[in-house]
């Protein structure tokens, strides 16, 4: 019954014709069969295990992602990047961090609710080894639906994640839980809104909150990087001489965000911010060579960021 309330309410605003988050299905946009029949991708830093598992990929218009964007001026980024245009790509790349007794996992998809192609975390970590029963802790970086939407158990409501503590933001947690959230958004963020707050509202009490700059465990810290929602934050993990940022949805596209991080991004809730934050956190990882592991990046989105031509480039 949820399900399907959801889906109308989603279905509603679809059709009404708004360039919602998630419709290129429904609108009948190219979207590809899953790119991440991949195998988990494993990598250690320091003495932490980290494992990359795909919840799948979708595409969205350019013109939603870069509203107003001459078409000429897209397709030269994008050429220089070397990465076909046409369509924007992002994957869901989910990220679970095996760290001392601690399994972590930060954010948790889409589930099977937002769009066809997203929703195979579940599967994919049983497939990787990690029973849900197993997790820790759920970390997530902001409550988006394919940020957040994946941790409720799709047959009994409430979290897949039972024995998990799950940690936010409180800017996050009490943005997205107010009873008026609908009304306070954008027009293509609403059918979010309310599925995010009715999500959230199911496994409120069993949210600890967790500000930038304190660790959530040792070696793993929220870092502030709000602007493409309001509480938005990374993770950072340090282990022995090694740094990995969880980015989130900081940097989310690999030729735009890091060659011309100051274009105006559509599904940035506060562009401007987004945009102040995106500038600052590149120049941080260059300088620092932190290494990067991106949610929406072209699978399985673990790379560096280098400067280049007075901007930056992702390098995988
Ligand atoms: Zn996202």
């Known amino acids: 019954m949820e399900r399907c309330l959801d889906s109308l309410i989603s279905r509603r605003r679809w059709l009404s014709g708004a360039a919602t988050i998630g419709a290129a299905g429904v609108l009948g946009l190219p979207v590809r069969g899953t790119a991440a029949d991949a195998p988990a991708h494993k990598f250690k830093i320091g003495s932490a295990e980290v494992v990359v598992i795909s919840d799948g990929d979708f595409t969205l218009p350019a013109s939603f992602v870069l509203p107003g964007r001459p078409d000429a001026e897209i397709e030269g980024v994008f050429k220089k990047a070397g990465i076909a245009p046409a369509t924007i790509k992002a994957e869901?790349?989910?990220?679970?961090?095996?760290?001392g007794s601690e399994t972590i996992l930060i954010d948790t998809g889409a589930g099977p609710d937002f769009m066809p192609t997203l929703g195979r975390l579940a599967d994919r970590l049983e497939a990787a080894g990690v029973k849900p029963e197993e997790v820790t802790k759920?970390?997530?970086t902001h409550a988006h639906a394919d940020?957040?939407?994946?941790?409720?158990?799709?047959?009994?409501?409430?979290?897949?994640?039972?024995?998990?503590q799950h940690v936010m933001t409180a800017v996050e947690r009490d943005y997205w839980l107010q009873a008026d959230v609908e009304s306070r958004v954008a027009e293509p963020f609403k059918a979010m809104a309310a599925g995010t707050h009715r999500r959230l509202k199911s496994i409120a009490d069993r949210i600890q909150t967790a500000v930038a700059g304190t660790e959530i465990v040792p070696g793993l810290a929220y870092v502030d990087t709000a602007g493409h929602t309001p509480?938005?934050?990374?993770?950072?993990?340090?282990?022995?001489?090694e740094q990995l940022l969880i980015g989130g949805d900081a940097l989310v596209n690999a030729a735009v965000s890091f060659a011309e991080p100051a274009w105006r991004w559509g599904s940035d809730m506060d562009p401007d911010r987004a945009i102040a934050t995106r500038i600052r956190l590149l120049d941080r990882l260059a300088t620092e060579k932190i290494a990067l592991t991106g949610y929406h990046l072209p699978w399985p989105g673990?790379?560096?960021?280098?400067?280049?031509?007075g901007a930056y480039r992702f390098v995988q």
Not at 92 to 99: A, R
Not at 302 to 309: I, Q, T, Y
Request: charged share 20%; net charge positive; proline share 2%.
């Open 92 to 99: 869901v790349n989910v990220v679970v961090i095996k760290l």
């Open 138 to 140: 759920v970390v997530f």
């Open 147 to 164: 940020h957040l939407w994946g941790v409720i158990d799709p047959l009994g409501g409430g979290s897949l994640f039972e024995k998990a």
């Open 231 to 241: 509480g938005h934050v990374s993770v950072l993990l340090k282990s022995g001489s």
């Open 302 to 309: 673990v790379g560096r960021v280098e400067r280049k031509d």
